[in-house]
């Protein structure tokens, strides 16, 4: 079983960058997926972006070109670069494990999540 947490949320301005970490622990890290998640009060989970195995990536449109994901297979750590932050990325952020080494096959773990306020 996976353990999966998360660090760098807070409030920012509008235009301003956060950087999220999230730290794995528990199986082969470098083995699978990663992604990140959010949700904002009263609408549903999202997938924000994933990044799999092999380094390739994957974005939601509405964050495509302000958010980047990396992941640093030495330290258990997926990353999420968050800038030109806009009110609506208000949200609680979560990283999650692939269930494989492509996002496609989904996820199976998710961390307890971090809060994003963005204000305008």
């Known amino acids: 079983q996976v353990q999966l947490v998360e660090s760098g949320g807070g409030l920012v301005q509008a235009g301003g960058s956060l950087r999220l970490s999230c730290a794995a622990s528990g199986r082969t890290f470098s083995a699978y997926a990663m992604g990140w998640f959010r949700q904002a009060p009263g609408k549903e989970r999202e997938l924000v972006a994933a990044i799999a195995r092999g380094g390739s990536t994957n974005y939601a449109d509405s964050v495509k070109g302000r958010f980047t994901i990396s992941r640093d297979n030495a330290k258990n750590t997926v990353y999420l670069q968050m800038n030109s932050l806009k009110p609506e990325d208000t949200a609680v952020y979560s990283c999650?494990?692939?269930?494989?080494?492509?996002?496609?096959?989904?996820?199976?773990?998710w961390g307890q999540g971090t809060q994003v306020t963005v204000s305008s």
């Open positions: 999650a494990a692939g269930r494989s080494g492509a996002w496609s096959y989904g996820f199976g773990s």
